[in-house]
């Protein structure tokens, strides 16, 4: 699409100016940063930027360079959905002639899409040179973005800093993070990307050691086989009646819990010794709470309330799945208890607690020939 069709797509929403240059000035607008000091079309005259409306010249490529160098992709998509529900539900009919997927909800998204094409077209052969000059300002922010958050589970993991990637308030939310490179010389690519707030993105785009690359490199790997793992899984279903279960986990106080009277041997058995805390946690879940889950499972069994023996098969293929994606115990464990969570919508501890259970049970976790690992 060339600019002054898009430009006349997208004329509802610019204002009510008659100028076709004030037009493109409020549609630079709004894909520009707002708190920016720089505005890239105060050096352009009205006639140019009516020429580049009409068609009679194209965007030059100083003029589209600086626009990219200021570009704040979620600007410009709040600005669409800032008007009213007529004009949006109108300008998504237009853009249909292009993308017959679009709807209300998603045009302002795609009409940012193509307009960014319209502007790293314009910009001709330094477009790779801007792309890697303000990547975590948009290009690596929006086209990885989104993928890059569900892989962190939206906190930065940077150094364990912990902050929210997505900031509320009210009914809004808004991206607060900057897309990084691990290594420049790796360059884009999805296993050399990661999601950090702006602050460990700038401290570490300032300056890093072999030491810091080597630890991201080893955060991303892992946070990426988490993902896959947690992707296997969605489709695997549960007994619906475990969400019950797990609710009487939550509600009853653990002193009134009789703890199992002896060491739990299949934990002890099936858990690598080097993992400490994966071993510590475990047995303790299983100490306290496994004759209490075990009871709870029986009496749902006795009332029809449950299929053990089904619930027993479903827990086990969950394993099965996660460890065809990671042979690491700790990934694995985290990824069921992550999968329980998503399908029950109950706390992280019980969910925790009930795949102890189960490790005890052996449907998770298979006894190692030699503890030697």
Request: proline residues 3%; negative net charge; aromatic residues 10%.
């Amino acid at each position: 699409m060339e600019f002054k069709d898009f430009f006349t797509l997208m004329k509802p929403v610019l204002g009510k100016e008659r100028a076709n240059s004030k037009l493109v000035r409020n549609l630079v607008a709004m894909i520009t940063k707002t708190d920016s000091d720089v505005d890239p079309s105060q050096n352009q005259s009205d006639d140019t930027l009516k020429s580049y409306s009409n068609g009679r010249r194209p965007l030059s490529p100083e003029y589209a360079r600086g626009i990219i160098a200021e570009v704040e992709f979620q600007n410009f998509v709040d600005s669409v959905n800032s008007n009213d529900e007529v004009v949006i539900e109108r300008l998504s009919d237009s853009f249909k002639q292009y993308d017959s997927t679009v709807t209300p909800d998603v045009v302002g998204t795609v009409a940012g899409e193509i307009f960014l094409d319209i502007l790293y077209k314009a910009a001709g052969e330094n477009v790779n040179k801007q792309k890697s000059i303000v990547p975590s300002k948009y290009y690596l922010r929006h086209r990885y973005g989104n993928q890059l958050l569900v892989e962190n589970k939206g906190s930065c993991s940077y150094k364990g800093c912990g902050k929210p990637l997505v900031l509320s308030n009210n009914e809004s939310t808004q991206a607060y993070f900057d897309v990084v490179m691990i290594n420049n010389d790796d360059g884009e690519q999805i296993d050399n990307l990661i999601a950090l707030c702006p602050e460990c993105a700038g401290k570490y785009l300032l300056s890093h050691s072999e030491e810091d690359q080597e630890e991201l490199h080893d955060l991303k790997a892992t946070m990426h086989e988490l993902l896959l793992t947690r992707k296997s899984l969605t489709d695997i279903k549960i007994e619906e009646s475990v969400s019950e279960i797990l609710e009487i986990i939550c509600e009853t106080d653990p002193k009134e819990i009789t703890n199992l009277s002896y060491e739990p041997k299949s934990v002890r058995d099936k858990i690598y010794k080097k993992n400490y805390l994966l071993f510590r946690s475990n047995i303790a879940n299983v100490t306290q709470y496994y004759p209490f889950i075990e009871t709870q499972f029986k009496s749902f069994s006795r009332e029809k309330k449950m299929n053990y023996e089904r619930l027993s098969m479903q827990i086990r293929s969950a394993y099965l799945t996660a460890a065809e994606k990671t042979s690491l115990q700790d990934e694995i464990y985290t990824s069921l208890v992550e999968w329980l969570m998503d399908v029950t919508r109950k706390p992280r501890v019980s969910c925790e607690i009930v795949i102890s259970f189960f490790v005890q049970k052996c449907e998770v976790f298979d006894a190692p020939t030699k503890q030697t690992i």
